[in-house]
């Protein structure tokens, strides 16, 4: 399995700059500042990368998921219309993919080398097709992987993505966003799986809704890009963040960027983001 400390190139929609072109703008200075050049994606509908690209197993597959989510389903506006269809986008790219019938986004994906973890709204959405032990297999052979963990849906995020909630330090161990903490059942079920939990915390008098943002940063195995949000947290985002990745902070490529008009629509700069092994 391709983890993000495997990747080696960044991708974004064309539709980052459209938007939200100061945002962009640091985004991409940050990149420049550390030798990076992110490339564009073409034939995008919205700037949420990570959702409707396929996910790269192997150097040599890409699976690509049957991206049709929920919170997309409709026809008001701002729904269907708003819908990428990834094959369009990789054949823009060359890219060949290997299809698979699962309804799944990529920011419910969040993966080591052997073990992915996803929320349980993936059973949901797939609850016609396959059976809880049908999917495990099916999730276990397409990732190439021993262990899938289920973590409980917070169903105050509409998107039911895992991203915002863990991700992974090293194989063993698993960064999880202070707010699941006292969640017994996603604990339990992390720890079970044999995965050690560390946790973010942030000592101020009043904590910053958003604050959820700083999990959802953007690795490579070059840098750790990570969200700003003009608060007292993010100091102690970074510190923490520094201390967990130590050989990202070692050398110096732990940078952190301001994107509030972003993060204020539910996502930071893992979900804005398509990285792959080139």
């Known amino acids: ?15 980052l700059e459209e938007m939200f072109p100061e945002t962009a703008n640091r985004i991409l200075g940050s990149l420049k500042l550390l030798g990076i050049e992110p490339k564009l994606l073409d034939c995008t509908k919205d700037i949420w990368a990570r959702d409707y690209m396929p996910i790269q197993v192997s150097s040599d597959k890409f699976v690509e998921f049957r991206y049709d989510p929920d919170y997309l389903q409709g026809t008001d506006k701002g729904r269907r219309n708003l819908k990428t269809y990834p094959d369009m986008v990789c054949n823009k790219l060359g890219l060949n993919t290997e299809k698979s019938d699962l309804i799944l986004d ?15 709204k993936v059973l949901k959405e797939n609850r016609h097709t396959y059976t809880k032990p049908e999917l495990i297999s099916t999730l276990q ?40 903490e006292k969640d017994t059942v996603l604990v339990y079920r992390l720890e079970s799986s044999g995965l050690k939990c560390k946790y973010l915390n942030y000592k101020v008098k009043k904590q910053n809704k958003n604050n959820w943002a700083y ?26 963040i520094s201390d967990f990745y130590s050989d990202y902070a070692d050398k110096n490529r732990i ?24």
């Open 1 to 15: 399995m391709i983890t993000d400390i495997g990747t080696n190139t960044i991708y974004f929609s064309e539709k």
């Open 106 to 120: 990529g920011g419910n994906v969040v993966k080591s080398s052997d073990c992915i973890i996803l929320t349980d």
């Open 141 to 180: 052979k397409t990732f190439e992987v021993d262990k899938v963990v289920l973590i409980p849906w917070d169903t105050l995020e509409l998107y039911g993505h895992a991203d915002g909630m863990v991700r992974f330090i090293d194989n063993e161990t698993v960064l999880v966003n202070k707010l699941y």
């Open 215 to 240: 999990i959802n940063f953007l690795q490579t195995k070059d840098l750790i890009l990570l969200p700003k949000l003009g608060t007292d947290e993010d100091e102690q985002a970074l510190k923490q």
């Open 255 to 278: 940078v952190q960027v301001e994107m509030n008009d972003i993060i204020a629509l539910g996502g930071a700069l893992n979900c804005i983001s398509w990285t792959i092994k080139a």
